[in-house]
Antibody, heavy 119, light 108 residues
């Protein structure tokens, strides 16, 4: 069974770039039809879709993040990554990577990683 | 973007009862691309339903989804202790995909 694990710094300074990687084990992330998603959840709040990459390479982003986000896929490492530029305290959240059959529709999730934006 | 409004905000029920959760969209959800997630404290969300009514793998048949257009329902019959959690609806028919604010199902 495919398992996902997020990794990256837990603390990022304001105005810097948040970088996270999701590594898959027990299967391939790039099987036909798979969407690779990043979703976040501020402490005590609800879920927000950040963006997705389709297995073919197309990417889709939430316009509310104003072009600050890039998602990339490295099939050779069975990983996909998130970069978010110019972060502020409002970007403090638990960040989840997830894989499934649709944008934000995910059967498999990582455990989530808390990223705090603070100086 | 499509705004999803879930009701009630909190639902207090007893084990063995039937729970009904609602999700209303500000516009028609294309192709009934509406999903439901369950989130227990400290855990990642778990997909329950997609396509408004299709159960995800491993979800018991006492969990069901229905609805179309702008009004959708998640029903859990015969509540078990593990069902007490927060539930989110998600529309993925039009970009950006958006979530509802959640319904907390707690034990009465």
């Amino acid at each position: 069974q495919l398992q996902l694990q997020e990794s990256g710094p837990g603390l990022v300074k304001p105005s810097e770039t948040l970088s996270l990687t999701c590594t898959a084990s027990g299967g391939s992330i790039s099987s036909s039809g798979a969407y690779l998603n990043w979703i976040r959840q501020p402490p005590g709040k609800g879920l927000e879709w950040i963006g997705s990459a389709f297995y073919s390479g197309n990417t889709y982003y939430n316009p509310s993040l104003k072009g600050r986000v890039t998602i990339s896929v490295d099939t050779s490492k069975n990983q996909f990554s998130l970069k978010m530029r110019s972060v502020t305290a409002a970007d403090t959240a638990v960040y989840y990577c997830a894989r499934g059959g649709g944008i934000a529709v995910a059967h498999q999730w990582g455990q989530g990683t808390l990223v705090t934006v603070s100086s | 973007e499509i705004v999803l409004t879930q009701s009630p905000g909190t639902l207090s029920m007893s084990p063995g009862e039937r729970a009904t959760l609602f999700c209303r969209a500000s516009e028609t959800v294309s192709n009934n691309f509406l999903a439901w997630y369950q989130q227990r404290p400290g855990q990642a969300p778990r997909l329950l339903i997609y396509g408004a009514s299709t159960r995800a793998t491993g979800i018991p048949d006492r969990v069901s989804g229905s609805g179309s257009g702008t009004d959708f329902t998640l029903t859990i019959s015969r509540l078990e202790p593990e069902d007490f959690a927060v539930y989110y609806c998600l529309q993925y028919g039009r970009s950006p995909s958006t979530f509802g604010q959640g319904t907390k199902l707690d034990i009465k």
